[in-house]
């Protein structure tokens, strides 16, 4: 694998670029796989802003669409582009996760246990559902990526056993977010063993569908970040050493941590502007401690 070399490179420009090493990709998700060859990538980890949950003031942001198909259609836009870019036998890690109608109401409350929850704008409840209804976000993109094209081969609980508290007394507290694995094709790469867990007996097993990972805060992001725990399982079945590995929603660059602590190249698409500075400084701090770390010799 090369050395860490930080390309920050604009999706305005139209041309094609060669992919060698680790690269991040300033623009929007469509622009910047745009620029990306087919079949070069060969994971794909990431996770999509979610529906009606944050305005991160950059224009051309996903998530506040005016309603619900809007942004389903444009997610499918995005990960069609994707699967152009995913080598035949790679595979899609997708983490989404879900969300209330607003009942019409163009804003949300802070709730008492979470005051970063309070949203000044919310898109109007969807049609043919009710005030208080589960979105079902989640499986609704995922069947239309299915519909796409995509082939649905696992659905994933991420069990949160920390979990923000909510102020609700009218049903549980949410405590968990889906991931769907998608390949390209009926067969692909996924090494199995790579991810095994260890029973209470002490012997290795397959890995299972639900995954009991606490969430981490970056202390530099006042967003939602990947827990590093998370990811590492999606890279290691998914990808081998010097392999390159997409996230088109790059945010504060933890896909890219992980890849560097595991010897994978990674491919990092990002709009906002604040963000792609927040993971060039975090990739280039984790690199200059990887190679501070003493090396093992045989």
């Known amino acids: 694998m090369s050395k860490f070399v930080v390309r920050e490179v604009s999706c305005a420009d139209a041309k094609q670029l060669p992919l ?16 990306l060859p087919s079949d070069s990538v060969q994971c794909v980890v990431t996770s999509p802003p979610y529906w009606g949950l944050r305005d991160y003031n950059v224009e051309g942001q996903i998530g506040l669409e005016e309603s619900l198909p809007q942004y389903l259609n444009r997610l499918v836009a995005v990960f069609n582009e994707v699967r152009r870019v995913l080598r035949f036998d790679g595979l899609l890690w997708l983490n989404i996760g879900d969300g209330y109608t607003s009942g ?5 409350a802070p709730d008492k246990k979470n005051p970063a929850r309070a949203m000044s704008t919310r898109p109007d409840t969807p049609e043919g559902l009710k005030p208080k209804d589960l979105l079902g976000v989640p499986w609704r993109l995922a069947f239309a ?4 094209g995509w082939y649905l081969r696992s659905d994933i609980i991420w069990n949160k056993p920390n979990a923000m508290p909510e102020s609700v007394k009218d049903r549980p507290t949410r405590s968990h977010e889906y991931i769907f694995l ?10 199995h063993e790579a991810v095994q867990e260890v029973n209470g007996g002490g012997k290795r097993r397959n890995r299972r569908t639900v995954w009991d990972v606490n969430t981490m805060p970056f202390p530099d992001a006042h967003f939602a970040t990947f827990p590093p725990a998370l990811i590492e399982p999606c890279v290691l079945a998914g990808s081998r050493t010097g392999d390159h590995v997409l996230d088109p929603f790059f945010g504060s660059g933890t896909v890219g941590v992980v890849c560097q602590n595991l010897q994978r190249n990674y491919v990092g698409v ?4 604040e963000y792609v500075a927040m993971a060039t400084r975090r990739l280039a701090d984790n690199e200059r401690r990887l190679r501070q770390q003493p090396r093992l010799i045989a």
């Open 104 to 108: 019409n109401r163009g804003w949300r």
């Open 182 to 191: 998608f390949s390209k094709a009926e067969q692909y790469y996924y090494d």
């Open 145 to 148: 990526l299915q519909q796409d």
């Open 270 to 273: 990002e709009l906002h502007p």
């Open 20 to 35: 060698f090493g680790s690269v991040i990709l300033h623009g929007d998700a469509l622009g910047g796989l745009r620029r």
